[in-house]
């Protein structure tokens, strides 16, 4: 999670609240109303989703190994702390790599120009097609916040909970023949502010990853294949409540709900709403790419634990993993026989 100061009043009710609130907190603030300004069907109209036409509840249920997640949780913190540009970054490249192998893999790596100076940044892509024509996108952020660089950081929520949770997506997508959209799973870099407090317009400094992607695939026609957009940040929490997200698609929030209450999860999904979210998608939602934001930001009492040292292993729970993640495996499967999918 990128933010590097506080946009919005905590224990909000649990209702949609209007994105104009999150103004006046700060500058970085008026960068969000403007991203979600620009996106006035999901920012205005977020009670309006579309009637669904759903499939019937029916075939098995999505598995999910929780505890070989959370082993994959622990093994990439101990890296230590992974800013762009160091070490152990490298690491993790390599790490997710020989997780990845045999997979059909794509690296996208370019040189970042930021405040601080210029960065390789490495997005990783596994792709697993299916039948129909369309992809399935699911991401997550590997790299730790460049700030917190000189600390023992090491974003065990932020960061390494959902990368291994796609690990874990990873395992059970592979080897099957997907009778359904095509599912690409993204590790997208750089994904936190280089330097929050610089005068830089605040999403020029931050996704720098995720934003060369969507800029990538807008460019050879990928865009137009991609049904859904779901990303994945801040879910291995033990006490889980995964936020309703302005910014995102209403409809397809819709759709992950409907995800969690089939697997009886629904008590951990959309409490609140956080007015406009500012994270990974929103490069694909300024796109129109139907998308949705999975994040728990009340990490901790009053989110205490976000962007500290304190974000660390303890806090988090293998359950947590196993129920974003099979919600997650559980909307895709929903998708994929949703005929049609609600206009863009
Ligand atoms: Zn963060």
Redesign the pocket.
Known sequence: ???GKRLFSRLLPSIVIAVAMALAACDRAKQISEVAAQTSTTATEESKSPKLSLPPDSGPRPAFDSHRSMQYVKEIVAFGPRPVGSANHKKVETYLGAHLKGDEVENDVFIADTPEGKFPVHNVIAKFPGTKDGIIVVAS?YD??YPLRNTSYI?AN??ASSSALLLELANQLRGKKREGYSVWLVWDDA??AMKPDTELPFLDDSLYGIRHVAEKWEADGTLKKIKAFILA??IGDADLNVDRDSNSTPWLEDVVYEAATRLGYQSHFFARTLPGVSDDHIPFVKRGVPSADLIDFDYGYNDVF??TTQDTVDKLSPKSLEIVGRTILETISILDKMNPLPPR
Request: no cysteine.
């Open positions: 999670m990128i933010r952020h730790t916040n974003g932020d960061g994904e936190e940040d801040m976000w962007h």
